[in-house]
């Protein structure tokens, strides 16, 4: 299958990226070694939730299922990116700084981003109808994904220890480290993403049966 395909493309992508960063890492920086995780982590959340965003105005201007259904996976996904990026960021901090939290501003609106968006999961859970559910859901969708623009401009806007992009220099082996981890993080993201939407299809059919056969009872 296609998926598996991916999947062990995914792996193979992600395994010589791990390699890589051992060895790119230890001449340099050891606490460098967690930026390999934590920035492909962050960038695939905010890449989820953009295609969040935009399967939720698909769904407020046509009314689909399956743009509600695009909206909440890529939703689900981007809280595993998130959390994976705030672990991940927090070891890193306490590597380069002293400290696991130290509420920096890009720390703290990171923060607010995930818990946004663990809101929009507890308020479609929290809604009994169907299409209640996907409008309110779409619309807090929308609102959710102004925390993201803030969590860019937080470096700029406070007194901030993360460094700005503009003050990175990297090594041409770091930055091939960092770009294979990205990419294994994004074919991770896409294989979980056409997965996700596998299961869902099965269980609408499953459930199209289940509706069927029991109007045909019915109807016996």
Not at 34 to 51: D, M, N, R
Not at 60 to 89: F, H, M, P, Q
Request: charged share 15%.
């Amino acid at each position: 299958m296609k998926r598996d395909i991916l999947l062990c493309i995914a792996v193979a992508v992600s395994v010589v990226a791990s390699y890589m960063a051992y060895v790119a890492v230890q001449p340099v920086r050891k606490d460098l070694y967690f930026s390999y995780t934590h920035v492909p982590a962050a960038l695939i959340c905010f890449l989820a939730f953009f295609i969040s965003l935009i399967a939720s105005i698909m769904y407020l201007w046509k009314r689909g299922k399956r743009y509600d259904r695009g909206a909440e996976v890529s939703a689900i996904l981007g809280l595993i990116y998130g959390a994976v990026a705030l672990i991940s960021g927090s070891i890193w901090s306490n590597a380069a700084w002293g400290a696991y939290w130290n509420w920096d501003p890009k720390q703290t609106t990171m923060l607010m981003l995930w818990i946004a968006y663990m809101g929009y999961l507890s308020l479609k859970l929290s809604i009994g109808g169907v299409e209640k559910r996907a409008l309110v859901g779409a619309v807090y969708n929308v609102l959710a994904f102004s925390t993201i623009p803030l969590t860019f401009l937080s470096v700029t806007l406070w007194q901030s220890l993360h460094p700005q992009a503009a003050e990175i220099s990297m090594s041409l082996p770091i930055k091939l480290t960092l770009s294979l981890n990205l990419i294994g993080a994004a074919l991770f993201f896409i294989y979980l993403l056409i997965t996700a939407f596998t299961v869902w299809s099965l269980e609408d059919r499953v459930n199209a049966l289940i509706y069927e056969k029991g109007e045909i009872g019915g109807g016996d």
